[in-house]
């Protein structure tokens, strides 16, 4: 088990929501990790990366990811896998796994002492990776010892800050998406572009727009509620409790003003945003929305959103992040894992990534410090015509803020919007 005053207990844990688990890190719950760090005779930290990858040759790494789509598992089972094990002679496995549950399990492996756990790999951004770093649970700084990192630009703030939190090469950026709405362009041709239009479209064409209560729609209040607060990096640095509760004020007056008008009355939301698709995929909604801007066109391929579904960013910002690849420090194939890594970070891998008939993730490479060739085919992506550039995007990325915002958004958004509405 874990020692000190301040340890949890994954029993209590397990027994909360992912928001009051995140909600007990953040208000001191502190874990120490009793897994060996791997010793200098078994990988020591002056290795070569040609000994690195020497001892990854052979090895199994298994990836913790979120397995909910299609194409991306096709990505990474397709694409990824055979040129690993053909390149590196290294088999990689997915593993379903995403958020808090990634985080239980690595705490299960943590309490119970386990010298190895289930994953070498796994994908994190945010409150997870804030939690896993409470824990001790990543293994690092590994992030200057990959050959590709010298394609990432890690004095970008939207690479080197996961949540307002410095990544200290823990772990390494992966994808970079900004959220954009989606609107039926047939029936909205001139889409509203700042939060009074927006307010003005939804009073003028009742029920025709809503949010999901899920991720999704709390990343959409989180962009609104930097204009509440202010502007562009109002919400910047750690959490202000007054600077929040002012604005979020301001937010509730804002989002009940419209309530009567959203899909439903606003008696009731979607759960997620794939519900939220399915709402503007049947016509019910003229509006969905995406934390990776890059997705609509993936989506049209599918056939999971229409033909005419476009993508469109408010004037006021979107929230822009990167999501992430971390090792854990109890991790059986580390070498393994960072040459996985290093592949998966190289402009092939990311321009092939970032092809909307494959995922349409945005790729983490400055296209300044790439060679020609990778800079202009990163640059111009086939497939991508159902949203802006994402150098005009970029001119209006938020960064996100503090985890707490994202906790306080949830029970707030239930207390204040949905419980009032019953």
């Not at 990343?219 to 959490?239: H, I, M, Q, V, W």
Request: glycine share 6%; net charge negative; hydrophobic share 40%.
């Amino acid at each position: 088990m874990f020692r000190g005053e301040n340890a949890c207990s994954f029993t209590a844990l397990r027994l909360f929501s992912p928001a009051v688990v995140i909600a007990l890190f953040l208000s001191g719950c502190t874990s120490k990790s009793t897994a060996p760090e791997l010793s200098d005779s078994d990988f020591p930290e002056q290795a070569t990366w040609d000994e690195v990858i020497r001892k990854a040759q052979g090895k199994t790494v298994h990836i913790g990811m979120w397995d909910g789509d299609p194409m991306i598992n096709a990505y990474i089972r397709d694409w990824v896998a055979p040129r690993l094990l053909k390149e590196h002679g290294i088999t990689l496995q997915q593993i379903g796994s995403q958020g808090a549950a990634t985080v239980s399990r690595l705490m299960v492996d943590l309490e119970s002492g386990r010298s190895t756990g289930d994953f070498d790999l796994v994908w994190i951004n945010g409150e997870n990776f804030y939690q896993l770093r409470k824990m001790q649970a990543l293994y690092g700084p590994f992030t200057d010892r990959l050959p590709n990192s010298r394609y990432i630009d890690w004095m970008n703030p939207f690479i080197a800050m996961d949540f307002q939190q410095t990544v200290d090469g823990y772990e390494c950026p992966w994808g970079n998406v900004q959220q954009a709405l989606i609107c039926n362009s047939e029936h909205v041709p001139e889409p509203p572009r700042t939060l009074d239009q927006l307010a003005a479209w939804i009073h003028q064409h009742p029920g025709r727009f809503t949010i999901d209560n899920g991720f999704t729609g709390m990343t959409f209040l989180k962009s609104l509620l930097y204009e509440f607060a202010g502007g562009r990096d109002s919400l910047n640095g750690p959490f202000d409790e007054a600077k929040y509760l002012a604005a979020s004020a301001k937010l509730w007056t804002w989002l009940r003003e419209v309530q009567p008008h959203l899909w439903r009355q606003g008696e009731t939301f979607p759960e997620n945003v794939a519900q939220l698709h399915q709402l503007f995929s049947n016509d019910e909604v003229d509006f969905t929305m995406s934390n990776n801007d890059g997705e609509v066109d993936n989506k049209v391929l599918q056939g999971v959103l229409p033909e005419h579904a476009k993508a469109f960013v408010l004037e006021s910002g979107s929230i822009r992040n990167s999501h992430y690849l971390g090792i854990p420090v109890n991790a059986a194939n580390k070498a393994a894992a960072m040459v996985v890594v290093n592949f998966l970070i190289s402009p092939e891998a990311q321009l092939q990534k970032a092809m909307p008939a494959v995922w349409g993730d945005g790729t983490v490479l400055s296209t300044e410090l790439l060679p020609e060739e990778w800079k202009n085919k990163l640059e111009h992506i086939d497939g991508r015509t159902r949203v802006p550039p994402r150098s005009e995007l970029e001119r209006s990325a938020l960064m996100e803020p503090a985890p707490e915002i994202m906790i306080r958004l949830n029970e707030d958004f239930r207390r204040e919007i949905i419980e009032r509405a019953r």
